[in-house]
C-alpha cells in the first residue's frame, strides 16, 4: 500500500475531536480504496435543541436537519456525549416527551414529574416564558459556557461535603468533570448560520500558498489549496486579489450552490466589494466578506493562516527536494535520450482547436525542470489550415524561434512537441528553413506514452515510474493546459460577442452585467424578462428587447 502512495497532504485543526470529525468527512465525501470503517452514511451524533417549538426538547441525533433545530456536536465520543446529556437533565427540568406543545398535550404529568426531573409544561405546570430561560441557559452549557452552573454545582459540592453529605459531593464532583470536558468541545453548530470560508495565505520570497477551508454548518469539511509563483512583487492584498478571483470567479470546484454567508480573510484587498458584487450577479447570493479583528472568528481566520503556513513549509520542502533530485532526473534524460547537453532549459509546444476553428498554439518554457511562466507564450494560428494540425504546429514552432532568433535570446536545450511523428516532423521542417539544424527535438504521445525522436525508428519506451518519463509528461500536460485555455477564451469571447452586441443597446458593459448575473448566453435565454430586469442599467425594455432578439 505504501508504494501505491502518490503524495501527503495535511489540514491543521484546533484539536484531535476536530481532526476525528474532518477524517470522517473526507472519507465519506472521498471513498478512498484503502479506509473501509467510515465509509457508510452513519455519522458522529449531535445533541440537538429544538429551539424553533415552543417547549423545546433535548436529545441525541445522528440527523441534520435544516428545520430550525440548534446542534452541539459532533461528538466523537459516545460517552462524553451521554454524560453530558445526563447532566443537562440532572440540572435542568427539561421535558423528554415528544408531544407537539401546546397543540398536542396529555390529561396528566408522566413519570418525570412526580421524580423531579420535569415541570410538567404539557399540563400548564410550567409556563412558556420560564421554559424559555431554562432553555437558554442549557444553550449556553451545551455551547461550553459552563463557568456559571460549575460554580453552582461547585458550591453545592462544598456544601454537601461539609454536611458529610459525601455520596450527594462525590455526585456534583462527577457532574463538574463533566463541564470541564464540555467546555473543551467542537463550536455550537447553528443551522441558521456558520457557514465560512476560512481563507489564509503565506509566502516566502517568489512563492506563496494560499488555502480555503470550508466550514459548513459549523463543521470542517476540507481544505482547498492554491498555488502561487513569481509573486515577489505582490503585497498580501494583492495575493488575495488572485486567490478570490481564481477561486471564486475562475472555474474552482467551489459549486454553484456552496458559497458560504461569509468569508473570513486575514487583510484587506482592494477588489472586495467588486467580488461580492459579482458573486451576487453571477449566482444571487449575498456573500458577506469580513476581517476578524478578535473571538472566535479571528481564531478560525488565524487556523487558515497556520494551514497555509504549513502547507507553504511542504511546498518548500518539496521543491528543496525536487531541485536536489532535478540534476539527477535531467542527466538522466539526457543520457536516455542521448542529448549533448543536460536539458536545463526544455521549451514545449502544443495546437488545440475545436473542429479547425479558433486554433491556437502554446509554448511554455521549464528551467531545471521547473516552470518559467514569464517566458510562456501563446498565439492565435495566422494560416487558414483547418484541422491540419501537422501545418499549425510548424507555425507555432516557426513564429517562436523566428522571434527568438530575430532578438538574440538562447535557444532550448531540447524542444518538446506535445504529439506524434507527424507533429514532431512538421516541426523538425519548419525549424531547417530557419536555419536551425541541429536542434534537439522530441515528442510525446498522449496515450501510450512513447517518445519519438528524429531518425529513429522505433520510440523509446519508459518505465512507468520513471521520473525522465514525470518530467516530459509534466511539461507536456502544462503546455496543452495552456493551450486549451486560450482556445476556450476565445471561443467564448467569440459567442457572446455574436449573441449580445447585435442587440442595439447592449454595449460591453451591459454584456459584462448580464455575464456576470447569468453565467453563459444558454442561461440568459431561459430567463424571463423579469429576471434581466432586476439587473442595474436595464429596465423593461431592454430585458424585453434582449428575450426578442435571443429568442
Same mark, same amino acid.
Given at each position: 500500500?505504501?508504494?501505491?502512495?502518490?503524495?501527503?497532504?495535511?489540514?491543521?485543526?484546533?484539536?484531535?475531536?476536530?481532526?476525528?470529525?474532518?477524517?470522517?468527512?473526507?472519507?465519506?465525501?472521498?471513498?478512498?480504496?484503502?479506509?473501509?470503517? $467510515?465509509?457508510?452514511?452513519?455519522?458522529?451524533?449531535?445533541?440537538?435543541?429544538?429551539?424553533?417549538?415552543?417547549?423545546?426538547?433535548?436529545?441525541?441525533?445522528?440527523? *441534520?436537519?435544516?428545520?430550525?433545530?440548534?446542534?452541539?456536536?459532533?461528538?466523537?465520543?459516545?460517552? $462524553?456525549?451521554?454524560?453530558?446529556?445526563?447532566?443537562?437533565?440532572? *440540572?435542568?427540568?427539561?421535558?423528554?416527551?415528544?408531544?407537539?406543545?401546546?397543540?398536542?398535550?396529555?390529561?396528566?404529568?408522566? @413519570?418525570?414529574?412526580?421524580?423531579?426531573?420535569?415541570?410538567?409544561?404539557?399540563?400548564?405546570?410550567?409556563?412558556?416564558?420560564?421554559?424559555?430561560?431554562?432553555?437558554?441557559?442549557?444553550?449556553?452549557?451545551?455551547?461550553?459556557?459552563?463557568?456559571?452552573?460549575?460554580?453552582?454545582?461547585?458550591?453545592?459540592?462544598?456544601?454537601?461535603?461539609?454536611?458529610?453529605?459525601?455520596?450527594?459531593?462525590?455526585?456534583?464532583?462527577?457532574?463538574?468533570?463533566? $463541564?470541564?470536558?464540555?467546555?473543551?468541545?467542537?463550536?455550537?453548530?447553528?443551522?441558521?448560520?456558520?457557514?465560512?470560508? @476560512?481563507?489564509?495565505?503565506?509566502?516566502?520570497?517568489?512563492?506563496?500558498?494560499?488555502?480555503?477551508?470550508?466550514?459548513?454548518?459549523?463543521?470542517?469539511?476540507?481544505?482547498?489549496?492554491?498555488?502561487?509563483?513569481?509573486?515577489?512583487?505582490?503585497?498580501?492584498?494583492?495575493?488575495?486579489?488572485? %486567490?478570490?478571483?481564481?477561486?471564486?470567479?475562475?472555474?474552482?470546484?467551489?459549486?454553484?450552490?456552496?458559497?458560504?454567508?461569509?468569508?473570513?480573510?486575514?487583510?484587506?484587498?482592494?477588489?472586495?466589494?467588486?467580488?461580492?458584487?459579482?458573486?451576487?450577479?453571477?449566482?444571487?447570493?449575498?456573500?458577506?466578506?469580513?476581517?476578524?479583528?478578535?473571538?472566535?472568528?479571528?481564531?478560525?481566520?488565524?487556523?487558515?493562516?497556520?494551514?497555509?503556513?504549513?502547507?507553504?513549509?511542504?511546498? %518548500?520542502?518539496?521543491?528543496?527536494?525536487?531541485?536536489?533530485?532535478?540534476?539527477?532526473?535531467?542527466?538522466?534524460?539526457?543520457?536516455?535520450?542521448?542529448?549533448?547537453?543536460?536539458?536545463?532549459?526544455?521549451?514545449?509546444?502544443?495546437?488545440?482547436?475545436?473542429?479547425?476553428?479558433?486554433?491556437?498554439?502554446?509554448?511554455?518554457?521549464?528551467?531545471?525542470?521547473?516552470?518559467?511562466?514569464?517566458?510562456?507564450?501563446?498565439?492565435?494560428?495566422?494560416?487558414?489550415?483547418?484541422?491540419?494540425?501537422?501545418?499549425?504546429?510548424?507555425?507555432?514552432?516557426?513564429?517562436?524561434?523566428?522571434?527568438?532568433?530575430?532578438?538574440? @535570446?538562447?535557444?532550448?536545450?531540447?524542444?518538446?512537441?506535445?504529439?506524434?511523428?507527424?507533429?514532431?516532423?512538421?516541426?523538425?521542417?519548419?525549424?531547417?528553413? @530557419?536555419?536551425?539544424?541541429?536542434?534537439?527535438?522530441?515528442?510525446?504521445?498522449?496515450?501510450?506514452?512513447?517518445?519519438?525522436?528524429?531518425?529513429?525508428?522505433?520510440?523509446?519506451?519508459?518505465?512507468?515510474?520513471?521520473?525522465?518519463?514525470?518530467?516530459?509528461?509534466?511539461?507536456?500536460?502544462?503546455?496543452?493546459?495552456?493551450?486549451?485555455?486560450?482556445?476556450?477564451?476565445?471561443?467564448?469571447?467569440?459567442?457572446?460577442?455574436?449573441?449580445?452586441?447585435?442587440?442595439?443597446?447592449?454595449?460591453?458593459?451591459?454584456?459584462?452585467? %448580464? $455575464?456576470?448575473?447569468?453565467?453563459?448566453?444558454?442561461?440568459?435565454?431561459?430567463?424571463?424578462?423579469?429576471?434581466?430586469?432586476?439587473?442595474?442599467? *436595464?429596465?423593461?425594455?431592454?430585458?424585453?428587447?434582449?428575450?426578442?432578439?435571443?429568442?
Amino acid at each position: 500500500m505504501i508504494r501505491q502512495i502518490v503524495e501527503v497532504d495535511t489540514i491543521v485543526v484546533g484539536s484531535e475531536t476536530e481532526s476525528l470529525i474532518l477524517e470522517a468527512n473526507l472519507i465519506k465525501e472521498h471513498k478512498p480504496r484503502f479506509n473501509i470503517q $467510515l465509509r457508510d452514511d452513519k455519522r458522529y451524533p449531535y445533541i440537538k435543541v429544538t429551539i424553533q417549538e415552543a417547549f423545546p426538547r433535548v436529545f441525541v441525533t445522528r440527523r *441534520l436537519e435544516d428545520d430550525g433545530s440548534q446542534y452541539f456536536g459532533p461528538y466523537t465520543s459516545v460517552g $462524553l456525549m451521554r454524560d453530558a446529556l445526563e447532566v443537562v437533565k440532572r *440540572l435542568y427540568t427539561v421535558r423528554s416527551c415528544r408531544y407537539d406543545l401546546p397543540k398536542e398535550s396529555p390529561e396528566r404529568p408522566c @413519570l418525570d414529574y412526580h421524580i423531579g426531573r420535569c415541570l410538567a409544561p404539557c399540563v400548564g405546570y410550567q409556563d412558556q416564558n420560564s421554559y424559555g430561560i431554562m432553555i437558554n441557559e442549557i444553550l449556553k452549557v451545551l455551547g461550553g459556557e459552563t463557568e456559571y452552573v460549575r460554580d453552582r454545582v461547585q458550591k453545592q459540592m462544598s456544601d454537601a461535603s461539609r454536611d458529610l453529605e459525601f455520596e450527594r459531593a462525590a455526585h456534583f464532583r462527577d457532574i463538574i468533570t463533566v $463541564l470541564d470536558g464540555m467546555a473543551h468541545q467542537q463550536l455550537v453548530e447553528d443551522l441558521r448560520g456558520n457557514d465560512y470560508d @476560512l481563507i489564509g495565505i503565506a509566502r516566502d520570497g517568489d512563492i506563496g500558498v494560499g488555502v480555503v477551508m470550508k466550514i459548513r454548518r459549523g463543521v470542517l469539511l476540507g481544505r482547498d489549496t492554491i498555488r502561487f509563483s513569481e509573486i515577489s512583487e505582490c503585497n498580501d492584498g494583492s495575493l488575495l486579489d488572485m %486567490l478570490t478571483s481564481r477561486y471564486y470567479l475562475g472555474g474552482s470546484k467551489q459549486p454553484h450552490s456552496d458559497f458560504p454567508k461569509e468569508i473570513l480573510v486575514p487583510v484587506d484587498f482592494e477588489n472586495k466589494d467588486i467580488l461580492k458584487e459579482v458573486l451576487f450577479y453571477k449566482d444571487g447570493y449575498k456573500v458577506d466578506i469580513r476581517i476578524p479583528k478578535r473571538g472566535i472568528k479571528r481564531r478560525l481566520c488565524e487556523l487558515a493562516t497556520d494551514n497555509a503556513r504549513h502547507a507553504l513549509e511542504d511546498r %518548500l520542502t518539496t521543491t528543496r527536494q525536487f531541485h536536489d533530485r532535478a540534476d539527477e532526473v535531467l542527466y538522466d534524460l539526457s543520457d536516455k535520450l542521448q542529448l549533448k547537453v543536460v536539458p536545463r532549459f526544455i521549451a514545449c509546444f502544443d495546437v488545440s482547436h475545436i473542429q479547425g476553428s479558433e486554433t491556437v498554439g502554446s509554448a511554455v518554457v521549464f528551467e531545471n525542470a521547473e516552470p518559467k511562466k514569464s517566458e510562456y507564450r501563446r498565439m492565435r494560428i495566422r494560416g487558414d489550415w483547418g484541422n491540419d494540425d501537422y501545418r499549425s504546429m510548424a507555425e507555432v514552432v516557426s513564429r517562436y524561434f523566428s522571434y527568438r532568433l530575430e532578438n538574440g @535570446l538562447p535557444l532550448p536545450d531540447l524542444v518538446l512537441i506535445d504529439g506524434g511523428k507527424g507533429q514532431l516532423r512538421s516541426a523538425h521542417d519548419s525549424l531547417n528553413e @530557419l536555419g536551425v539544424t541541429d536542434m534537439p527535438m522530441i515528442s510525446l504521445a498522449k496515450r501510450e506514452e512513447l517518445v519519438f525522436r528524429l531518425g529513429t525508428r522505433e520510440p523509446l519506451r519508459f518505465k512507468r515510474r520513471d521520473n525522465a518519463l514525470h518530467v516530459l509528461q509534466r511539461i507536456r500536460d502544462e503546455a496543452h493546459r495552456f493551450a486549451v485555455t486560450y482556445n476556450r477564451k476565445l471561443r467564448r469571447n467569440r459567442t457572446v460577442s455574436s449573441d449580445l452586441s447585435e442587440i442595439p443597446g447592449i454595449g460591453p458593459e451591459k454584456q459584462k452585467l %448580464l $455575464l456576470l448575473r447569468f453565467g453563459s448566453v444558454r442561461a440568459i435565454k431561459s430567463a424571463n424578462v423579469e429576471e434581466i430586469a432586476e439587473i442595474s442599467g *436595464l429596465g423593461l425594455v431592454l430585458a424585453d428587447r434582449i428575450i426578442t432578439y435571443l429568442g
